[in-house]
């Protein structure tokens, strides 16, 4: 899509403990980004998303930079906010090592929790998301770091397209990953297997074959996250209908879990892209 440079305008506040509004257009984004027609692709709606949400970055933030396709959009709207001089003095804390790498090619100034542990806003991305702005991440292998620094956040801005809405998480029938240590990891997963019934089913997540190309004599080595864990992934076959903190608690108290890919109560805003616009939810 085109680039453009221009002076951002913040979404308007909450009214209520969650409320909804929808944008048709914007004074902030060109048309093209703003008026969805039904020949949008799923990567055009998520640059709508994470291009709302930049509107609510400001100068002298200290920022969480999430993982991932939807968030990838919106360093690549920062880096080029701060090249035209809209914002200045930003400062980000990545959430993953390929994070890392894209904030330093595009220039923005990258610092660590150590040295700002409050931070003011976070944006990222997440493959599910309930109607009470509960989620799940870390399809993409980052939900650890992603959790850490969300959760030191002032306000996180979930970016993403109408495809990632859910009834309840795990409703998607795609992974709902915990991150395990590697030592053991077969008896972590069956402990963790343990607390659910057989309408779910626990995988270790392995690396993808280089190239797209499977060896029949191929051994699958098992994925590893940046902190050198690996990944056990949960399979619903509608969702999970207990009652997410306990079952987080329950997940948390199995020694060799880390954490888990369910981000309960951390989204202060959502934005949402689809073809009927943009709709922002917030939530007190």
Same mark, same amino acid.
């Given at each position: &899509?085109?680039?453009?440079?221009? %002076?951002?305008?913040?979404?308007?506040?909450?009214?209520?403990?969650? $409320?909804?509004?929808?944008? %048709?257009?914007?004074?902030?984004? =060109?048309?093209?980004?703003?008026?969805?027609?039904?020949? &949008?692709? %799923?990567?055009?709606?998520? %640059? &709508?998303?994470?291009?709302?949400?930049?509107?609510?970055?400001?100068?002298?933030?200290?920022?969480?930079?999430?993982?991932?396709?939807?968030?990838?959009?919106?360093?690549?709207?920062?880096?080029?906010?701060?090249?035209?001089? *809209?914002?200045?003095?930003?400062?980000?804390?990545?959430?993953?090592?390929?994070?890392?790498?894209?904030?330093?090619?595009?220039?923005?100034?990258?610092?660590?929790?150590?040295?700002?542990?409050?931070?003011?806003?976070?944006?990222?991305?997440?493959?599910?998301?309930? =109607?009470?702005?509960?989620?799940?991440?870390?399809?993409?292998?980052?939900?650890?770091?992603?959790?850490?620094?969300?959760?030191?956040?002032?306000?996180?801005?979930?970016?993403?397209?109408?495809?990632?809405?859910?009834?309840?998480?795990?409703? $998607? *029938?795609?992974?709902? =990953?915990?991150?395990?240590?590697?030592?053991?990891?077969?008896?972590?997963?069956?402990?963790?297997?343990?607390?659910?019934?057989?309408?779910?089913?626990?995988?270790?997540?392995?690396?993808?074959?280089?190239?797209?190309?499977?060896?029949?004599?191929?051994?699958?080595?098992?994925?590893?996250?940046?902190?050198?864990?690996?990944?056990?992934?949960?399979?619903?076959?509608?969702?999970?209908?207990?009652?997410?903190?306990?079952?987080?608690?329950?997940?948390?108290?199995?020694?060799?879990?880390?954490?888990?890919? &369910?981000?309960?109560?951390?989204?202060?805003?959502?934005?949402?892209?689809? *073809?009927?616009?943009?709709?922002?939810?917030?939530?007190?």
């Amino acid at each position: &899509m085109e680039s453009f440079c221009t %002076q951002s305008l913040p979404i308007a506040a909450a009214s209520s403990p969650l $409320s909804t509004l929808i944008f %048709q257009s914007s004074a902030a984004a =060109p048309a093209a980004l703003t008026s969805p027609t039904a020949s &949008m692709s %799923q990567d055009d709606l998520k %640059q &709508m998303a994470a291009y709302k949400a930049v509107e609510l970055v400001e100068s002298n933030m200290v920022l969480g930079l999430g993982t991932g396709s939807t968030a990838y959009h919106a360093l690549e709207r920062i880096g080029e906010l701060l090249r035209c001089g *809209k914002l200045t003095n930003i400062i980000g804390i990545p959430t993953s090592k390929k994070t890392e790498a894209h904030a330093l090619s595009l220039g923005i100034p990258l610092t660590s929790l150590a040295l700002n542990p409050i931070i003011d806003l976070s944006i990222d991305g997440a493959d599910e998301v309930d =109607p009470h702005l509960n989620l799940v991440k870390g399809r993409g292998g980052s939900l650890l770091r992603e959790k850490m620094i969300e959760g030191a956040s002032k306000k996180f801005v979930v970016i993403v397209d109408d495809s990632k809405l859910v009834d309840r998480i795990g409703a $998607s *029938k795609l992974a709902v =990953p915990i991150e395990v240590i590697p030592f053991g990891w077969e008896y972590t997963l069956n402990r963790v297997k343990s607390l659910f019934d057989d309408s779910c089913t626990a995988k270790l997540r392995t690396k993808p074959p280089k190239n797209g190309i499977v060896e029949e004599t191929a051994e699958f080595l098992p994925f590893e996250t940046d902190n050198s864990n690996f990944i056990v992934d949960l399979y619903f076959e509608e969702g999970i209908y207990r009652d997410l903190n306990h079952l987080s608690d329950e997940l948390l108290r199995i020694t060799g879990v880390v954490e888990h890919g &369910m981000f309960l109560g951390l989204a202060t805003s959502l934005v949402v892209a689809g *073809k009927n616009g943009i709709t922002v939810k917030h939530k007190e």
